[in-house]
């Protein structure tokens, strides 16, 4: 069992001096486990949950974050010209390292996951692990039931690259469809629906494993995540 100091879980996670952190506990600003606890230097075990503020975390030295990524904004860390996910982090949860989980074009909204845990973002990603990623597309025209079976079979792209069986479900409007990959590849549904010659007009992505999209964050919001929603993002 890992053990750390309540003073470093509430820097670390929260992007706040150790200083402010132990004055904040001092204050009883801080519950572990539903509980004040005023003593900054109280050993706290691995996945405890830690509330500062509003906002809870646990024992890792890690940070996940949920941003509800808005259009006209690039998933990288930084950009010379360009506006990125990391501009849109505020400075009291900013961590060294952070970057985003994966890849939402520029002209994608919704879900993303910012770490700086490389190894959790692996398992988000690689085909290997099977992370479902949903996704609501609208359409410049109607989904076919051929483009369902194709989707299912798997598609190949344009350039011969074969995708992996993915889901696409119809909705009650005929030009917007739900759609569920367990891989990224660049620009995957718009390439998938290309070989149907169907244009994506609107994307988003709606969940990532079993973790959805805080209904409450507005575009270009974001937020730490629970222990329980980054246990979530990694269900099957
Ligand atoms: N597929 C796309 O084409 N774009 C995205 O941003 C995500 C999946």
Same mark, same amino acid.
């Given at each position: 069992?890992?053990?750390?100091?309540?003073?470093?879980? &509430?820097?670390?996670?929260?992007?706040?001096?150790?200083?402010?952190?132990?004055?904040?506990?001092? *204050? %009883?600003?801080?519950?572990?486990?539903?509980? &004040?606890?005023?003593?900054?230097?109280?050993?706290?075990? =691995?996945?405890?949950?830690?509330?500062?503020?509003? *906002?809870?975390?646990?024992?890792?030295?890690?940070?996940?974050?949920?941003?509800?990524?808005?259009?006209?904004?690039?998933? $990288?860390?930084?950009?010379?010209?360009?506006?990125?996910? #990391?501009?849109? &982090?505020?400075?009291?949860?900013?961590?060294? %390292?952070?970057?985003?989980? %994966?890849?939402?074009?520029?002209?994608?909204? %919704? #879900?993303?996951?910012?770490?700086?845990?490389?190894?959790?973002?692996?398992?988000?990603?690689?085909?290997?692990?099977?992370?479902?990623?949903?996704?609501?597309? /609208?359409?410049?025209? /109607?989904?076919?039931?051929?483009?369902?079976?194709?989707?299912? =079979?798997?598609?190949? #792209? $344009?350039?011969?690259?074969?995708?992996?069986?993915?889901?696409? !479900?119809?909705?009650?409007? !005929?030009?917007? $469809?739900?759609?569920?990959?367990? =891989?990224?590849?660049?620009? *995957?549904?718009?390439?998938?629906?290309?070989?149907?010659?169907?244009? &994506?007009?609107?994307? /988003?992505?709606?969940?990532?494993?079993? #973790?959805?999209?805080?209904?409450?964050?507005?575009?270009?919001?974001?937020?730490?995540?629970?222990?329980?929603?980054?246990?979530?993002?990694?269900?099957?």
């Amino acid at each position: 069992m890992n053990f750390e100091r309540l003073d470093k879980i &509430v820097s670390n996670n929260f992007g706040v001096t150790r200083k402010i952190a132990r004055n904040d506990i001092k *204050q %009883g600003k801080v519950s572990v486990d539903g509980r &004040v606890v005023t003593d900054f230097s109280a050993k706290i075990a =691995e996945n405890i949950p830690v509330n500062y503020n509003g *906002q809870e975390c646990g024992n890792t030295k890690f940070t996940y974050i949920m941003m509800n990524k808005p259009k006209g904004v690039l998933t $990288a860390t930084r950009d010379d010209s360009r506006e990125t996910v #990391l501009d849109l &982090v505020p400075e009291d949860i900013k961590r060294k %390292g952070l970057f985003p989980v %994966g890849r939402l074009d520029k002209d994608t909204t %919704g #879900l993303l996951i910012i770490t700086n845990d490389g190894d959790f973002a692996h398992r988000i990603v690689s085909p290997r692990h099977h992370v479902a990623k949903v996704y609501t597309v /609208t359409l410049d025209g /109607t989904v076919t039931d051929d483009a369902v079976k194709g989707f299912l =079979e798997g598609v190949t #792209l $344009a350039d011969g690259e074969l995708c992996a069986p993915a889901i696409l !479900e119809k909705t009650d409007k !005929e030009n917007v $469809a739900r759609v569920t990959l367990r =891989e990224g590849k660049y620009h *995957q549904i718009k390439r998938m629906f290309g070989v149907f010659s169907l244009g &994506v007009n609107d994307l /988003t992505r709606n969940s990532i494993g079993d #973790l959805v999209l805080d209904p409450t964050l507005r575009e270009g919001e974001c937020r730490v995540m629970t222990q329980e929603e980054i246990k979530k993002a990694e269900e099957k």
